[in-house]
T-cell receptor, first 117, second 112 residues
Framework: GAVVSQHPSWVICKSGTSVKIECRSLDFQATTMFWYRQFPKQSLMLMAT?????????EQGVEKDKFLINHASLTLSTLTVTSAHPEDSSFYIC?????????????FGPGTRLTVL | AQRVTQPEKLLSVFKGAPVELKCNYSYSGSPELFWYVQYSRQRLQLLLRHISRESIKGFTADLNKGETSFHLKKPFAQEEDSAMYYC??????????????FGTGTRLTIIP
């Protein structure tokens, strides 16, 4: 099956700093990538959807100036948490979807655990 | 707005016994429903989708539009079925994007 990687797998940062998380589709071209957030013992909540070469669309309640998403190529999307605060601590998961056939489903990355001190 | 409900957070079943994980949804359009599974220390992966009408690892799920349900079933549980299971609904967002809405998940534990 198609593989999606995320880097880093975990990160600890100080309050006020920015953190970048990368999401890569390793063996297919991802026309659409999704970013989710998961709090402990809760479900995945979609934050934003990004299509390659265009601006991301954010879900209601998600601050686009705080969570910057870039989808510059068909294999890479980045999420930057700007001026992170402890309440941003969470598990961030990306998924990627290709164009046709079996690639139409979403393939999930392993997630990135962010801890803001 | 769409919503997915999984009423059981935890479910324990003896090995060899039948399993049923409940999922109910609300959506004004024509739903496309999925079950995802997350085994310990692994990423989320697709288990099955309703349009395929297939059985994966012995699991099946039937979409019941009258009851707005998409329960996941397996006649004989196996220890390797222990995992977190999420029901999800695919819908078109206000922006015209296809998006998945997940339920809160059910942790299934198979008792040897």
């Amino acid at each position: 099956g198609a593989v999606v990687s995320q880097h880093p797998s975990w990160v600890i940062c100080k309050s006020g700093t920015s953190v970048k998380i990368e999401c890569r589709s390793l063996d297919f071209q991802a026309t659409t990538m999704f970013w989710y957030r998961q709090f402990p013992k809760q479900s995945l909540m979609l934050m934003a959807t990004s299509n390659e070469g265009s601006k991301a669309t954010y879900e209601q309640g998600v601050e686009k100036d705080k969570f910057l998403i870039n989808h510059a190529s068909l294999t890479l999307s980045t999420l930057t948490v700007t001026s992170a605060h402890p309440e941003d601590s969470s598990f961030y998961i990306c998924s990627a979807r290709g164009l046709a056939g079996n690639l139409r489903e979403q393939f999930f990355g392993p997630g990135t655990r962010l801890t803001v001190l | 707005a769409q919503r997915v409900t999984q009423p059981e957070k935890l479910l324990s079943v003896f090995k060899g016994a039948p399993v049923e994980l409940k999922c109910n949804y609300s959506y004004s359009g024509s739903p496309e429903l999925f079950w995802y599974v997350q085994y310990s220390r692994q990423r989320l992966q697709l288990l099955l989708r309703h349009i395929s009408r297939e059985s994966i690892k012995g699991f099946t799920a039937d979409l019941n539009k009258g009851e707005t349900s998409f329960h996941l079933k397996k006649p004989f549980a196996q220890e390797e079925d222990s995992a977190m299971y999420y029901c999800a609904l695919s819908a078109i967002s206000n922006f015209g994007n296809e998006k998945l809405t997940f339920g809160t998940g059910t942790r299934l534990t198979i008792i040897p």
